[in-house]
Each structure stands twice: as C-alpha cells, then as structure tokens.
C-alpha cells in the first residue's frame, strides 16, 4: 500500500494557534507524534514524559495534547513531543477516537465505526 500522507489541522486545546500539515499515517505508533518545533510554535504545554519503544530502542518523550482535525472530524487528543522526527506522524489512537481507519483498497482514510464492547 505504501505511505499514507493526509492534510491535517493541529493546534493547541484552545485554537488559538492553529496549522495545516501534511502528516504520515503510522498505524504501528499508539499516539501521534509531532515535532518540538512545531509544538514550540503552536505553544503546547508538556504535560508530562513517557517512555516509549523505537525502531532505535527506549525513549523518553514529553507528552502534550493538541486539538487536531482530519477529514472534517475534530477532537483533542494526546500527542508525543518528538526532538528526532521532522514530521507529523498519526498514531493510531487518534484515528481511533475520531472515528477513522486507512482503507487498504485506496490507501486514504474512510469512516469507521468505534467499538464499544
């Protein structure tokens, strides 16, 4: 299927600074990860460290939450704060909680429904 790119809006809980991006799908990651540079620019507040797993090994990242809209659809969601990465990769929680799969057939994202069991 290749590489899922998707135009994205993020920014901080409030709106108040608000950017469009082209983001990487990466359904193998749990949470979206984005740059500190852009989480500088859009003045997200680190509210608190996890360690996470890498390709690379055990890191510790800054956790944040950021406002996000894809496809229309739009929630607050908890993101990573990345100093390795230069872009914006989805996590699968997010495609989750807004409801959002990758379609294998067409590689973009389609509807679909959450699970509640």
Do not use: F, Q
Request: a neutral charge; zero cysteines.
């Amino acid at each position: 299927m290749g590489h899922v790119w998707v135009k994205a809006k993020i920014g901080d809980p409030e709106k108040r600074n608000v950017t469009e991006v082209e983001a990487l799908v990466d359904t193998g990651a749990t949470l979206t990860t984005i740059p500190r540079k852009l989480a500088n620019r859009l003045g997200l507040k680190p509210t608190g460290k996890t360690l996470v797993e890498t390709a690379a090994g055990r890191i510790e990242l800054e956790r944040t939450r950021i406002w996000i809209e894809l496809e229309g659809r739009e929630e607050i969601v908890p993101a990573l704060i990345s100093d390795i990465i230069d872009k914006v990769l989805l996590g699968v929680t997010t495609l989750e909680v807004l409801g959002l799969r990758v379609d294998p057939l067409t590689g973009k994202l389609s509807e679909w429904t959450l699970l509640l069991y």
